[in-house]
């Protein structure tokens, strides 16, 4: 789990212009990462996230945001195919459980393998949100900040 504190060093080091965050349906991981990539990036770096089956924004996801200042309201899901090729240069998959999708353009590849908070139960799944949310700004904090 602690891998991704080597992924991070390779992340500054390719200082990329163009992100994407990557999961199966951009309802909740993917989408929570752009949210906060977003606050996070320096100027002039564009995030985007997407999915290789779309589905809805999960209310939760926004919620869990919402509760650290950071408004993906607006936020909708979409397929790989919404975004601009050309100008990812980092590509991080958040899949955990289920298989990732594959990112066929030129880019450097992370894996930041979250559990989906959508699968908790639903008495927990808040809190599962939270956690997933506290994980990606730990992660991004180091790369943008670290």
Known sequence: MEGWREDVALLREARPRG???????????????EGIARSMAPAGVQVWSAGSAPATLNPLAVTALAEI????????AKGMDAIPSDQVDV????????????????????????????????????????????????????????
């Open 19 to 33: 992100i994407l965050f990557l999961c199966v349906a951009n309802s909740a991981r993917s989408q929570m990462a």
């Open 69 to 76: 200042g950071i408004d993906i309201s607006g936020h909708a």
């Open 91 to 146: 590509v991080v998959t958040l899949c955990a459980e289920e298989v990732c999708p594959v990112w066929l353009g030129k880019a450097v590849r992370v894996h930041w393998g979250l559990p989906d908070p959508i699968a908790a139960p639903a008495s927990s799944r808040p809190a599962a949100f939270r956690a997933v949310r506290d994980a990606l700004v730990e992660r991004l904090e180091a790369w943008f900040h670290g």
